[in-house]
């Protein structure tokens, strides 16, 4: 049984650019919540897709926006990329109301 | 704003030592206390969770301790080895407010052999 998937596992961009990255839920869960790890700190949440619908919101801005298909999996946007971004993305699925099982995230350079 | 801190930001022990991590949260509304564990290149995973009508909880060989009356919890690494080296997450979620965690800062336990 996979646990989380994420994809890319690292990618490199450039400040201006947009970027999607992808997550394929645990077996059996149906809400998807994304963090943001910033080098040598804690996970900070961004948000949380239940239904395909937006259903919890961090303190992100708008450049960052997501989505979440009927078959759970979830996509993470960020347009214009500032160097700041640059971090370890990390999706974690659950079956509402439980606990995440994390993925191994997606490493993202901004330069 | 930083709701949950966690010290100390680094620790070294010797093998059978015993790791202590402490957190302290300002929200009471906070009902759920997990601590999570993140080998490099790898996502947290769940090591052992409280709540807080409850003020120890063992699994194995680690140990929360929960002080509710001043905001506190602890992690208790029981005989570590070095396989335990790796980063250490506190995390506090209200239980009837979907599942957002608030992360503390981390902690990086070396256990040396």
């Known amino acids: 049984d996979a646990g989380v998937t994420q994809s890319p596992t690292h990618l490199i961009k450039t400040r201006g650019q947009q970027v999607t990255l992808r997550c394929s839920p645990k077996s059996g869960h149906d809400t998807v919540s994304w963090y943001q790890q910033a080098l040598g700190q804690g996970p900070q949440f961004i948000f949380q897709y239940y239904e395909e619908e937006e259903r919890q919101r961090g303190n992100f801005p708008d450049r960052f926006s997501g989505h979440q298909f009927p078959n759970y999996s979830s996509e993470l946007n960020v347009n214009a990329l500032l160097l700041g971004d640059s971090a370890l993305y990390l999706c974690?699925?659950?079956?509402?109301?439980?606990?995440?099982?994390f993925g191994s995230g997606t490493r993202l350079t901004v330069v | 704003q930083q709701q949950v801190k966690q010290s100390p930001q680094s620790l070294i022990v010797q093998k059978g030592g015993i790791p202590i991590i402490n957190c302290a949260y300002e929200n009471t509304a906070f009902d759920y206390f997990p601590w999570y564990q993140q080998f490099p290149g790898k996502g947290p995973a769940l090591l052992i969770a409280?709540?807080?009508?409850?003020s120890e909880k063992k699994e194995g060989r680690f140990t929360i301790s929960f002080n509710k009356s001043a905001k506190q919890f602890s992690l208790h690494i029981m005989d570590s080895q070095p396989g335990d080296s790796a980063t250490y997450f506190c995390?506090?979620?209200?239980?009837?407010?979907?599942?957002?965690?608030?992360f503390g800062g981390g902690t990086r336990l070396m256990v040396k052999p």
């Open positions: 995390a506090a979620r209200v239980d009837n407010a979907g599942n957002m965690l608030t």
């Open positions: 974690a699925s659950s079956f509402d109301p439980g606990g995440y099982t």
């Open positions: 409280i709540r807080p009508d409850v």
